[in-house]
């Protein structure tokens, strides 16, 4: 075995059962977050600072790395020429748990302790909700591994380690050559061109129902002013102001038609004289003037149906 990969697994299975405190506060954490001079890494996930604090403890930090986010962690591995494809022991393993094989995907990470056919049995920090153990797992969801002997051999030859990334730096962005059309929609200006668009068209509705409103209300005007009871003029009876807003008549032809609620009432003068005169009819009483002739020829011709006609008046309760 390599004698770094010996030197950090010795290191690493020293604190096989490990379990983080409430509150997800691990010692590795705290070493860290006191490291880089930042409080957060207290309590954050710490399967890769744990890979930090071993590397530390055993004096191979320039060849393991030192991170707390994965995909920064396996940029340096690639950045430094120990990447592969090929378990070993030793080995940093890389997880993708959605089966992707970039970097930039990567969730999770271990170290190998050894190889067995199509599976690998590493050591995990943060597994199992908690714990640091051992675990044996298919190689469908590994995006890589970073070896650090490899790392070794390069700067030997090239007689330097390349930088290391800061914690938590994330990961390259994609050129923006060749992008789509669409992800304009989501810059500034396409959402002021969307809120002025919105608003012309608001306002395109607003002015058209209010014509309508406006071609509604004309249609159905009265063709005279006339004085309703709640806009009756003000000021004193007689005085210009009241004589000078006081609606014109009513003309005569639309008397009998005026049907509509509210509207003023015809004075009784003219009611009378538009109605034709009609003889009052007397009850019980003789007959009229116009009959008056008739009656008289009837009775002369037949005295009984002249007596007959004329109705007999009796006092109350006068026995015949």
Not at 45 to 54: E, R, S, V
Not at 227 to 248: I, K, L, V, Y
Not at 267 to 282: A, D, F, L, N, W
Request: hydrophobic content about 35%; aromatic content about 10%.
């Amino acid at each position: 075995m390599d004698p770094i990969a010996q030197r950090l697994l010795e290191t690493v299975r020293q604190e096989l059962g490990y379990k983080e405190k409430s509150g997800q506060f691990t010692k590795f954490g705290q070493w860290y977050a006191d490291r880089v001079q930042d409080t957060q890494f207290r309590n954050a996930p710490w399967c890769d600072m744990f890979l930090a604090w071993a590397a530390d403890r055993s004096g191979l930090t320039p060849y393991v790395g030192e991170f707390a986010w994965t995909p920064s962690h396996a940029a340096w591995f690639m950045k430094q020429g120990g990447w592969t494809q090929r378990p070993e022991p030793g080995a940093l393993v890389f997880y993708d748990w959605r089966g992707g094989k970039s970097y930039k995907g990567i969730d999770h990470v271990g170290i190998v302790e050894r190889v067995e056919g199509k599976k690998i049995h590493t050591i995990e920090a943060n597994v199992d909700g908690v714990w640091l153990k051992r675990k044996v797992r298919e190689t469908d969801k590994v995006v890589g591994y970073g070896v650090p002997r490899l790392v070794k051999a390069n700067a030997d030859r090239l007689g330097e380690i390349r930088g290391t990334e800061q914690p938590f730096v994330r990961p390259p962005q994609s050129a923006t050559g060749g992008g789509s059309p669409l992800d304009f929609l989501g810059t500034p200006p396409a959402l002021l061109a969307a809120m002025v668009l919105v608003t012309v068209v608001l306002s395109l509705r607003f002015t058209r129902r209010h014509s309508v409103h406006r071609r509604i209300r004309h249609r159905f005007t009265w063709p005279w002013p006339v004085a309703w009871p709640w806009n009756e003029p003000d000021g004193p009876e007689g005085s210009g102001t009241n004589e000078a807003r006081r609606p014109a008549p009513i003309p005569e032809t639309f008397h009998g038609k005026l049907t509509r609620v509210g509207a003023p009432p015809v004075p009784r003068q003219q009611r009378e004289t538009s109605r034709p005169e009609r003889e009052p009819v007397r009850v019980g009483g003789g007959p009229g003037p116009r009959d008056a002739g008739r009656e008289k020829v009837q009775a002369g011709s037949d005295p009984a149906a002249a007596r007959r006609s004329t109705p007999s008046r009796r006092k109350p309760y006068d026995p015949r």
